[in-house]
């Protein structure tokens, strides 16, 4: 019993490892782009915080997975099915409210953030790129 919290949680903290480190190196290739580095550099930091936001929502539905592991094991394949479908249908409604709330505050959330003038293209190409590429 005691082996089990390593085995998940030793992969669920190397995929946020390498979240992470993926995060530092286009931070890293982000900063050398000329004469845009800086103001490109500050509309990722706006648009983080967003982009967090709608990824928790994802790791919301993604904790059903232990119901599915657990009707699996008890060899309920019908029950493991339809969490999988609930999940799946719950996933797709998040992400299309998160994308379409996030299209209508999007500029009122980021002009909270003061941006200066030459960085206010950034953010919102940043995230319109991140939703509707990412999510939908």
Do not use: K, Y
């Not at 103001?39 to 936001?53: E, F, P």
């Not at 980021?110 to 939703?131: E, G």
Request: proline share 6%.
């Amino acid at each position: 019993m005691r082996m089990a919290l390593p085995s998940v949680a030793v992969p669920s903290v190397a995929v946020q490892l390498v979240n992470l480190l993926c995060g530092i190196v286009d931070r890293i290739h982000i900063g050398h782009i000329p004469q845009l580095g800086t103001d490109a550099l500050a509309g990722v930091g706006l648009t983080n915080a967003l982009i967090i936001l709608v990824a928790s929502f994802a790791q919301l539905v993604g904790g059903g997975a232990p119901l599915v592991s657990i009707a699996l094991g008890r060899g309920d394949r019908e029950r493991a099915q339809h969490l999988l479908g609930n999940g799946l249908v719950l996933l797709l409604g998040f992400s299309v409210v998160c994308a379409g709330v996030c299209a209508l505050v999007m500029r009122p959330v980021l002009m909270l953030m003061r941006p200066r003038p030459t960085t206010w293209a950034l953010p919102l190409t940043t995230c319109a790129s991140t939703f509707w590429e990412r999510r939908l």
